[in-house]
């Protein structure tokens, strides 16, 4: 067998492994199976995006609303994008300690830019006749905001978030530096003891939780496309099915004198 079928060959049994490892129940349980790290993984992800979403979200409404600051949206976006996530998160370690702040303010500070780049552009590109017929109605700046302007920034407000909610889902394994669990576990601790189909299975694992998360956000952007109506008829459907199950709680004889509209 010459060098080339040999690392042919590596890839392959590391990829049967890492899938052999997968499919096993019993790696799905317990305090380190795979249940409990896509949990954790997912723990890390959602603080930092929330973290993201409350600094970023109204900093983009006011600068997209006012007009004031857009150098400011430029400037921060660009300085926060050329932050390298590792040595953020190994100089929170040396600023805070191992444990759960480091990592979220790595994280957060990666999912900032461009949750405040698509809610500022979203709102400032509204289109101007309609926010002046809005005022000219007599709505206040407020209603304006939130009543005008944000549903039809929806769509790109919604991209902002798929954006940083990705990059921040990817990247989260950094927080196996910081002590922490996760999926990188199985990258850390994979190439640490050199079963490298354990590194697969991280980034394996990592790659379809992205995916799950990426078709979800694409879905719900789909969604909020304005003028589409597309929001009302989940919101309708939703709200029958709830109707539906309040009235499958009732008496037998309540079912058949309810109405099998709707609306009942």
Not at 33 to 42: K, S, V
Not at 133 to 158: D, H, I, K, S, W
Not at 161 to 177: D, H, N
Request: with cysteine; proline share 4%; charged share 10%.
């Amino acid at each position: 067998m010459d060098q080339g079928d040999e690392g042919r060959w590596c890839r392959v049994n590391f990829l049967s492994d890492a899938l052999g490892y997968i499919f096993t129940a019993s790696h799905w349980t317990g305090s380190s199976g795979l249940g409990t790290r896509i949990g954790e993984h997912l723990e890390y992800t959602v603080i930092a995006v929330l973290a993201a979403v409350v600094i970023a979200v109204p900093m983009g409404l006011f600068i997209g609303h006012t007009g004031r600051g857009t150098f400011l949206v430029v400037s921060a976006v660009n300085a926060l994008r050329a932050l390298p996530t590792l040595g953020v998160l190994l100089l929170g370690v040396l600023l805070w300690g191992l444990g759960l702040l480091p990592p979220t303010v790595a994280l957060l500070l990666l999912g900032v830019p461009p949750l405040l780049a698509g809610t500022y552009s979203g709102v400032a590109n509204v289109d101007r006749t309609v926010v002046e017929a809005a005022r000219a109605m007599g709505m206040t700046e407020r209603q304006v905001l939130f009543g005008v302007e944000v549903p039809n920034a929806l769509p790109l407000m919604l991209s902002g978030l798929r954006t940083a909610t990705l990059q921040i889902v990817a990247t989260a394994t950094v927080a196996a530096y910081a002590s922490l669990g996760g999926l990188g576990r199985y990258l850390i601790d994979g190439i640490k003891v050199r079963q490298f189909h354990l590194a697969l299975v991280g980034a394996i694992m990592v790659t379809a939780l992205a995916l799950l998360l990426d078709a979800f956000l694409a879905f719900a952007v789909w969604l909020s496309a304005p003028g589409t109506g597309r929001l009302r008829t989940v919101a309708a459907l939703t709200d029958g099915a709830g109707r539906v199950s309040s009235g499958g709680r009732g008496s037998r004889g309540t079912q058949f004198a309810r109405s099998p509209t709707v609306d009942g």
